[in-house]
């Protein structure tokens, strides 16, 4: 099982930055790829960013290509978010997902995914 809380979310000017991390307990975090999603009010859940266990490898949506990216330190059990040059259209609930035992590579969609945390809020002003 694991547990995956997310923080760093707030409101922000159009053009800021924010990171976002996700802290993760459980013994299963180890080996699995981790991945963010986000979800505006009256859409669905899309993909933001994903990373492997290792850290060496990760893949992002291309709506947030260049401004976004996700890291990991596995020491701290911890995921992140750097986002910069953000827009009022990154608007959203975002939230940490996690694979399951020993799927370690990249996942793009929630049902790969078998963790979720709760979510944290988002605002960009324009």
């Known amino acids: 099982q694991v547990q995956l809380v997310e923080s760093g979310g707030g409101l922000v000017q159009a053009g800021g930055s924010l990171r976002l991390s996700c802290a993760a307990s459980?013994?299963?975090?180890?080996?699995?790829?981790m991945g963010w999603f986000r979800q505006a009010p009256g859409k669905e859940r899309e993909f933001v960013a994903t990373?492997?266990?290792?850290?060496?490898?990760?893949d992002s949506a291309d709506s947030v290509k260049g401004r976004f990216a996700i890291s990991r330190d596995n020491s701290k059990n911890t995921v992140y978010l750097q986002m910069s040059s953000l827009t009022p259209e990154d608007t959203a609930v975002y939230y940490c997902?996690?694979?399951?035992?020993?799927?370690?590579?990249?996942?793009?969609?929630?049902?790969?995914?078998?963790?979720w945390g709760q979510g944290t809020q988002v605002t960009v002003s324009s």
């Open positions: 990373i492997t266990f290792s850290g060496r490898y990760t």
């Open positions: 459980g013994r299963t975090f180890s080996g699995v790829a």
């Open positions: 997902a996690a694979r399951n035992a020993g799927q370690s590579g990249l996942a793009v969609t929630t049902r790969e995914y078998a963790y």
